[in-house]
């Protein structure tokens, strides 16, 4: 199995920032992709950023030019960085991991990070 570990998510003021990061176990090969999601209070769950391996990376366009997402490969950790966050922001921020390694071939989920953003 592979645990995900999340952290970095608070409480903002409008218009501050955050910066969350995941890691997932440095001794797996094989990520294709880490991404983040995000649930709002009833709300589906949706996609916020994904970093895709030798691929540029894809935003929603609610958070085009505001989130940035990276990748420290050698740390397998992926990073959000959110700035300019508006009360619309506010959600649980869970991480992704898409694995094609031969053996955990899989897609994984970190228990989610609480973003509360005030008015």
């Known amino acids: 199995q592979v645990q ?16 969350l990061s995941c890691a997932a176990p440095e001794s797996i090969f ?3 992709s880490m991404g983040w999601y995000r649930q709002a209070p009833g709300k589906q769950r949706e996609l ?3 970093d895709i391996s030798n691929s540029a990376p894809n935003y929603a ?10 990748r420290d490969n050698a740390k397998n950790t992926v990073y959000l960085q959110m700035n300019s966050l508006q009360p619309e922001d506010t959600a649980v921020y869970y991480c992704n991991a898409d694995i094609r390694d031969l053996v955990l071939y899989g897609v994984y989920w970190g228990q989610g990070t609480q973003v509360t953003v005030s008015s």
């Open 4 to 19: 995900l570990v999340e952290s970095g998510g608070g409480l903002v003021q409008s218009g501050g920032s955050l910066r």
């Open 30 to 32: 094989g990520i294709y």
């Open 48 to 50: 916020v950023a994904e």
């Open 61 to 70: 366009d609610s958070v085009k030019g505001r989130f940035t997402i990276s």
